[in-house]
T-cell receptor, first 112, second 115 residues
Framework: GESVGLHLPTLSVQEGDNSIINCAYS??????FIWYKQESGKGPQFIID?????DKRQGQRVTVLLNKTVKHLSLQIAATQPGDSAVYFC???????????FGTGTQLKVEL | NAGVMQNPRHLVRRRGQEARLRCSPM?????VYWYRQLPEEGLKFMVY????????ESGMPKERFSAEFPKEGPSILRIQQVVRGDSAAYFC?????????????FGPGTRLTVT
């Protein structure tokens, strides 16, 4: 069946360090992989996405890497800041479909 | 341009009562999605609606849950005869068009507590 899972439930990093959040998935039929950030008491906020025909995509301070061979997705945050503290979810979407399938989330804690 | 709006933000219901959750999509968006989030879990898709039509309800429980998106007004997620297991955060998202190319913008959620 379809599933998206995360390796680490909590990640603590020092301010200024780089953060890497990982996600494993089982369904090969997905076309889009997306990272969302959810702060306490708020709805998910889109960070960055990547299509299945790409291996890497960069945004502002964030990079998403997709390894289809081992079905692994990662989010790298450069120079992590206190404002990055949140729960991060990976999600995927099939081409032609509309619903998002979410992983269980990783709590990122930034220590000063 | 206001974002997706949901109300109420918090809703408390006793077992057996009805819960009505409202979602106003972003201006210009005619596609609405509802997701449910249990504590410390990811969001689970419930239903996808376009104006006046239910497109995909594969994530909706078979009983007690219904959703609508009328021609005028907000989308409504209705839960009849609530039980404690319905306690969760319910998020609505909207997009201008359907498909993975179009980002789904999420509202702040409604936190339902069933006592």
């Amino acid at each position: 069946g379809e599933s998206v899972g995360l390796h680490l439930p909590t990640l603590s990093v020092q301010e200024g360090d780089n953060s890497i959040i990982n996600c494993a998935y089982s369904n090969s039929a997905s076309d889009y992989f997306i990272w969302y950030k959810q702060e306490s008491g708020k709805g998910p906020q889109f960070i960055i996405d990547i299509r299945s025909n790409m291996d890497k995509r960069q945004g502002q301070r964030v990079t998403v890497l997709l390894n289809k061979t081992v079905k692994h997705l990662s989010l790298q945050i450069a120079a992590t800041q206190p404002g990055d503290s949140a729960v991060y979810f990976c999600a995927f979407q099939k081409g032609g479909g509309n619903k998002l399938t979410f992983g269980t989330g990783t709590q990122l804690k930034v220590e000063l | 341009n206001a974002g997706v709006m949901q109300n109420p933000r918090h809703l408390v219901r006793r077992r057996g009562q009805e819960a009505r959750l409202r979602c106003s999509p972003m201006k210009g968006h005619s596609h609405v999605y509802w997701y449910r989030q249990l504590p410390e879990e990811g969001l689970k898709f419930m239903v996808y609606l376009q104006k006046e039509n239910i497109i995909d309800e594969s994530g909706m429980p078979k009983e007690r849950f219904s959703a609508e998106f009328p021609k005028e007004g907000p989308s409504i997620l209705r839960i009849q005869q609530v039980v404690r297991g319905d306690s969760a955060a319910y998020f609505c998202a909207s997009s201008p068009e359907a498909g993975p190319r179009y980002e789904q913008y999420f509202g702040p959620g409604t936190r339902l507590t069933v006592t």
